[in-house]
């Protein structure tokens, strides 16, 4: 078997016994109603965590994420409530502000040879910084579209809904596959987490592909920040406060490797739901704090990094010798 | 016949100056199609520097190239590939994480609405290493086949999208020997079908089983070209390692028995793979040379010596007592100290000041609690670099702002300053302008008459024969011949290295 794909199948089966293993204690949780505000209210986290795969397939990080996100929020809010925009046109307007912070960020990466680590914790701090500049304080958000937006869903058999956000999180997973794995895009951005020497010498663009790459992490955070935007009907600089990281362990603990080369977009959705679950079982235990979430994620993501060292380090050794036919 | 080949691509006049060093001088160099031309030379004889003029990764400073004689330059590497020149190096730059057939297409997918056709990629893939003897599963990733197996992908890409011209940049260096039969294979089809291939390996008898001709450089200069038929090891490893005109030592040999007790024993140390299994004794007072060419095994002594690498077996005593060496740190400890052969790399710290970089062995040694004091670190810079004549404007200035000669001065004052019994120099001369250079010999001679074991490793061989007691030859990964006393002079070297000379191959008590 592709050693690439063992951490997802480790990933989706660690899901599988865990929703069992809910479901044994809290039948309620096998129906369409928890599965559909999975999907629901982890919808930002989703679109994020997507980007954040390609940035870490290329080798890269990007720690911006949360404070994008955040600043999204507040730019989405200040447009519609203070400017009198459209939602829609304040969707745009965010969405090229975080493409053009993206692909500066990406620039400076490749340009300057600065680390991603730096060049994006110092995107998050201008994100987070300029988002309190905006407005320090939560600005809600009353317009008849967001009404319109959370009134559409699509009733589930058993009366769980999919939602707008969660159906645009599974669209923007969708993309993500296609992208990664069928366009010549994907396939630079493999290589250059593959080896960025290698890659350079085969004729890749590495400049336009890194750019590209965080172009496309910042606008899914954009986008994230748009999702989060609809779901809170609010604006807040403190919205989405660390979630880069959230999105971080979502990308490993669904098997990719975070230095670079081998994973799949498929395998940060389930990393995605495994949090979530994890989220959910706690609502439904009601005695234990929210906290636990994070124990169990620190503790599924320790295990994942060991478990790619196992599994990169020893079959990397063993190759096939292939004789004259 | 080769000769009746038209000319695929010609180099004239070629000069590639980095900062005052001259790395090429009025290189010639041309290439027929259906030739396996051998390129060859030691370290630092501009090898790498023409390859990379000829593959576009360098702009020369002088000089022109001809493409099926039309006048070109290359501005980066895709503009030679698009000329008809490709590359294969020694580490296989393709991507280890995809799939074979996506290694070669990588770039020049086949599309349909944007998205990638894997299927075809996938058939083509299968087609195209059939006809270079591969029957392999090409939806495997490529880390999962050999990097015999690897080289091949590597080459079929390669004459995929250039198709005229094969560089082959030490493509045998980790083949063993059935793996390297299949790459030749390969080759020699290449060739046949009119490719003309430059081949680069430091393996002579590779060299002579597949090459038509052979141009061989030396410090920057072309010394010949010429057919391979007529010539024979003894004349290239002479032409390749030759006399430097500009350093004249005429130093007698040194007397073999003047030397003090034994200091240090290896005995039977080796490393699978590495370096085969030897011995080896040093007296006090007593410079042990080693030549060989570049890959013999020559820099894997030393580091086994120093326990950079860790031996696979054998014993290690020092003044009679067994000790044992698994790291540098213990090396230390023992009093050996090494100078490595890449001084930038592995040698000085290029940002820390020169006093710092002579104290920092004496420190380590030391260990954290004992520091030594600002004034001691003066003193001691102060004494060593007076002792060897180490040039600085000032000692608190960064090493790497001083010359190479002196460089490597601050790294034997940091060896002297633990007081060692034994020393590894590395191609102490190497990078070294020629006035330092025969100070750097005339300090190793000092050390040998202070007392000091040392081993010094040189593929200058009037240098080796300088200040050596006794020359190791090494080829092929193992000590083949011990030299000394009249029979210590180049030309038996070059013998003993080339397998053609009468081969001493016990060790002289």
Known sequence: MNRALRPLFATTAIFMLAYLMAVAQFPAMLSTRVVGNLLTDNAFLGIAAVGMTFVILSGGIDLSVGAVIGFTTVLIAVLIMWVGMHPLAAFAVALIVAAAFGAAMGAAIHYLRVPSFIVTLAGMFLARGAASVLSPDSIGIKHEFYSAVSKAYILLPGGGRLTTIAMLMLLVFAFGIVLAHRTRFGACVYAIGGSETSAALMGVPVARTTIGIYTLSSTLAGLAGVVFSLYTSAGYSLNALGMELDAIAAVVIGGTLLTGGYGLVAGTFIGVMLQGLVQTYIVFDGTLSSWWTKIVIGGLLFMFIVLQRLIFSTSARKRKTVGTP | MPQEHATLLRATGIAKIFGSHRALDEVDFDLRAGEVHALLGENGAGKSTLIKILTGA????????????????????????????????????????????????????????????????????????????????????????????????????????????????????????????????????????????????HFLDQVFELSDRVTILRNGRKITTQALAGLDATDVVRMMLGKDVAFDHHLTGIDAAARGAVRVEFSQMGRAGSVAPFSLTLHEGEVVGVAGLLGSGRTEVARLMFGVDGADGGTVMVDGKPVSIRNPAQAVAAGFGFCPEDRKADGIFGDLSVRENIIIALQAKLGWFRALSREDQIELAGRYADMLDIRAADHDMPIKLLSGGNQQKAILARWLAIDPTFLILDEPTRGIDVGAHAEIVRTINRLREEGLALFVISSELDEVVAYSNRVVVMRDRAMVAELAGADLEPDAIVRAIAGTGPAQAEARP
């Open chain 2, 58 to 201: 360098y702009q020369p400073d002088a000089g022109q190239l001809e493409v099926d004689g039309q006048e070109v330059t290359f501005r980066d590497p895709q503009q030679a590939q698009a000329h008809g020149i490709g590359t294969v190096y020694q580490e296989v730059n393709l991507l280890p994480n995809r799939s074979v057939a996506e290694n070669l297409f990588l770039g020049r997918q086949p599309t349909r609405w944007g998205l990638i056709r894997r299927r075809e990629i996938e058939e083509r893939a299968r087609e195209l290493l059939k006809t270079y003897g591969l029957d392999i599963d090409v939806r495997a990733e490529l880390s999962t086949f050999s990097v015999a197996i690897q080289q091949i992908i590597a080459i079929a890409r390669a004459v995929e999208l250039s198709g005229k011209v094969l560089v082959l940049d030490e493509p045998t260096a980790s083949l063993d020997r059935t793996e390297v039969d299949l790459l030749f294979k390969v080759v020699r089809e290449l060739k046949a079908k009119g490719l003309g291939i430059i081949f680069i390996t």
